[in-house]
């Protein structure tokens, strides 16, 4: 294993803050990792949404793990394009999500023009993470972070999060 | 008593005891053909918007008529925060002569500096986003005029020649259609619902139309308030323009009353480190 395979390897270990279930990897947050001639690690993370409080905790995370493993010289830089989107949120995260209770994001909207109002309910063909029933209703459509959707099963009558496309 | 320990020890916070700079190694060159004071005086002005506004919205926080909509309130506020964060820090490095001087030995970063030791003669916000907050209607109210300008604006950048601000464009735009939606369709609802909620939100709507003009919303924006205003059962209303002058610094009372609150802390510690 080369030294970059290793330095990759250990990085892809690191949980996210908020969702300690998967990797910064199948987050799609942890966008690059790179390693200079003289042996210095230099990742690159991207934020989930532009107020996204946990940015300096992935940071310190990142550095300490890779620290650990013997790494000594690491720089965590922002990778601000191109923006973050659910659909890098790998097939393994998504199923960490739903085995979390979580509901997995659908397929992010692709625009190239204006993004269109949209007043009626929204509606999304997701399923209860706890008994699988698709007979789901919204909520809010703001949660307890900024990624997630508040939603609550009619089946179970169980309240549960859904990682909100975008 | 606190535990030396507790007090010696900074990995019990959860988040984290020191800033992140969010353009951490991001180029921040100002290309070739773009003035960089005109960058960061449009940046600030972005900026401030959504500073000044993610303030009012967060005096929402465990007041909105039920949890749901704190939360959401919270929310939008917390993306506005992170837009102005990324604004102010694109400023600062664009033009540092826009921040304000402080002590050599001051930890406090550039972001910082101008969200808390500039004065309400320093911020280019524009009037609507600075007014006291009033009730619920008139938060969404203000939210959906806001909102829906502002998305506009990033749409537009996201073609801008700094590749920066057109990075800060390309993700706030996503935030910012769920914040747009999510005012409309409280608006609707307030407007449609009970003869209480459809007065409360056209009295919302009076009081801010005044401070329309100053957004100096382009002719696609009209079209898509038309289309809210439209499934509301609302017609435009017809009152004076007020002379909203915020992006030339000149500001209301109220502006000077938010900052006194939001800045006192920073201010009190200009050393402090958080």
């Not at chain 1, 209770?101 to 659908?106: R, T, V």
């Not at chain 2, 005086?41 to 007041?63: F, H, I, K, N, T």
Request: with cysteine.
């Amino acid at each position: 294993m080369t030294v970059l395979e290793r330095a990759r390897a250990v990085a892809a270990t690191v949980v996210d803050p908020e969702l300690p279930m998967l990797t910064l990897a199948d987050l799609g947050v942890l966008r690059d990792v790179e390693v200079s001639a003289l042996g210095g690690v230099v990742v690159s993370i991207t934020p989930t949404y532009s107020g996204c409080p946990a940015m300096a905790t992935m940071r310190d995370d990142l550095v300490r793990t890779l620290r650990s493993e013997g790494f000594a010289d690491v720089e965590v830089k922002i990778a601000l394009r191109p923006a973050w989107t659910t659909d890098w949120i790998t097939p393994a995260g998504r199923a960490a999500l739903a085995g979390a209770g979580i509901s997995p994001p659908g397929s992010a909207p692709r625009r190239d023009g204006p993004v269109p109002l949209s007043l009626g309910p929204v509606r999304r063909a997701n399923r209860c993470p706890r008994c699988d029933s698709g007979d789901v209703e919204l909520t809010s459509e703001f949660g307890s972070t900024a990624c997630k959707a508040l939603y609550r099963c009619r089946a179970c009558l169980e309240p549960f999060d859904h990682v909100k496309e975008i | 008593m606190i535990s030396d320990d507790l007090l010696g020890n900074d990995a019990h916070w959860a988040f984290g005891t020191d800033f992140e700079d969010p353009l951490a190694g991001v180029d921040t060159t100002v290309p070739d053909g773009v003035d960089p004071a005109a960058l960061a005086r449009y940046c600030l002005m972005l900026g401030d918007d959504a500073l000044v506004l993610s303030q009012r919205l967060s005096e929402w926080c465990s007041r909105a008529p039920d949890l749901e909509e704190d939360i959401a309130l919270a929310n939008v506020a917390l993306d506005l925060l992170g837009q102005a964060r990324l604004l102010l820090a694109r400023a600062a490095a664009a033009d540092p002569s826009v921040v304000p001087a402080l002590p050599d030995d001051s930890p406090v970063p550039a972001e910082d500096a101008l969200a808390f030791f500039r004065s309400p003669a320093e911020f280019r916000n524009v009037t609507m986003a600075e007014l006291p907050n009033g009730d619920f209607a008139e938060t969404i109210t203000r939210l959906l005029l806001l909102s829906i300008c502002r998305l506009a604006e990033f749409e537009s950048m996201v073609a801008h020649p700094d590749a920066v601000l057109a990075a800060v464009a390309a993700k706030g735009r996503k935030e910012l259609a769920y914040h747009r939606d999510f005012a409309a369709r409280w608006f609707v609802t307030l407007a449609r619902g009970t003869a209480e909620s459809r007065r409360r939100v056209l009295g919302a709507l009076d009081g801010l139309w005044a401070f329309w003009p100053e957004l100096d919303a382009p002719a696609d924006v009209e079209v898509v308030l038309d289309q809210v205003f439209a499934a509301a059962d609302v017609s435009r209303p017809e009152v004076t323009p007020a002379r909203g002058l915020g992006r030339e610094c000149v500001h209301t009372e109220a502006l000077t009353d938010l900052l006194a609150e939001m800045q006192s802390v920073a201010r009190a510690h200009p050393k402090g480190l958080w």
